[in-house]
């Protein structure tokens, strides 16, 4: 079987079918630690190529929204790296897998709400002044989704909007990668209140403090990243399954590059 193109670059459309294994294979793991960049892109860098593997069905879905399931399949890697050997050993041909970073490294676990809290401050103290970063985050209705910065995350008394060409979305139960289409100046934005703001405008996703408990966060796809459908009530609620949400989990990853 062919091997890991380990210097490719990234050469899929701005919005890219991820055939992700079963993400409910991957909520029971509950071991954390630090991992490699090349892991990282294993599990997300499936955009480009069909596995044969089953999609979510209705009784995985509903299960992944009872609170007990959190994003622990994002703090083992090492699983969903073990699983992606074995598809290759099932007759899988010219698989070609491109890198999500053209960079190599470790990560660094820095966040984890259910551990370090909800508040906007919880987040700030662990994951400002950190350099890269890439987030995931678990929604009420059980979708899992996020986003990449290559800016370190910060807490500016008025709030920013800000450039980061590196910047990309994606939407891991649905299978997409979004990269940024138009408002590039306001790719990702530093508010001292909220956790994290991607997109300007409307915004394509917002978390706000204690998230946990209020369905005040919200997303929008198409603001800034692109989205997958024209009409806006579809976009609203393609992130997160609705327009307005909780949190059930987030979890932030630094990136050493």
Not at 20 to 33: D, G, Q, S, Y
Not at 104 to 120: P, V
Not at 238 to 254: D, N, P, Q, W
Request: with cysteine.
């Amino acid at each position: 079987m062919p091997k890991l193109i380990a210097n490719s670059k990234i050469n899929c459309s701005a919005v890219n079918v991820f055939k992700m294994p079963l993400i409910r294979t991957f909520f029971r793991m509950r071991r954390e630690r630090n991992f490699k960049v090349e892991e990282i892109q294993d599990m997300i860098s499936k955009s480009c190529h069909l596995l044969r593997m089953p999609t979510i069905d209705d009784q995985a879905n509903h299960q992944s929204q009872n609170r007990d399931y959190i994003l622990s399949f994002i703090s083992d890697f090492s699983r969903l790296v073990d699983l992606q050997l074995q598809l290759r050993k099932i007759g899988q041909e010219h698989i070609t897998i491109p890198q999500l970073f053209t960079i190599s490294g470790t990560t660094q676990f820095l966040y984890k709400a259910t551990r370090d809290g909800f508040k906007a401050a919880d987040f700030h103290e662990k994951c400002d002044n950190q350099g890269p970063t890439i987030s995931f985050i678990l929604s009420e209705a059980g979708q899992v989704f996020g986003g990449y910065s290559s800016i370190s995350w910060e807490s500016p008394e008025h709030n920013q909007d800000l450039c980061d060409k590196n910047a990309f979305i994606f939407q891991l139960t649905k299978h997409s990668l979004h990269k940024q289409y138009r408002n590039f100046d306001g790719a990702v934005g530093h508010y001292k209140n909220y956790l994290q703001v991607f997109g300007i405008g409307e915004s394509d996703f917002v978390i706000k403090e204690n998230s946990d408990q209020f369905s005040d966060s919200y997303c929008n796809l198409g603001s800034t990243y692109t989205p997958v459908s024209s009409q806006k009530d579809y976009s609203r609620e393609y992130l997160a399954g609705s327009h307005f949400f909780k949190t059930i989990e987030i979890e932030v990853y630094k990136v050493n590059i």
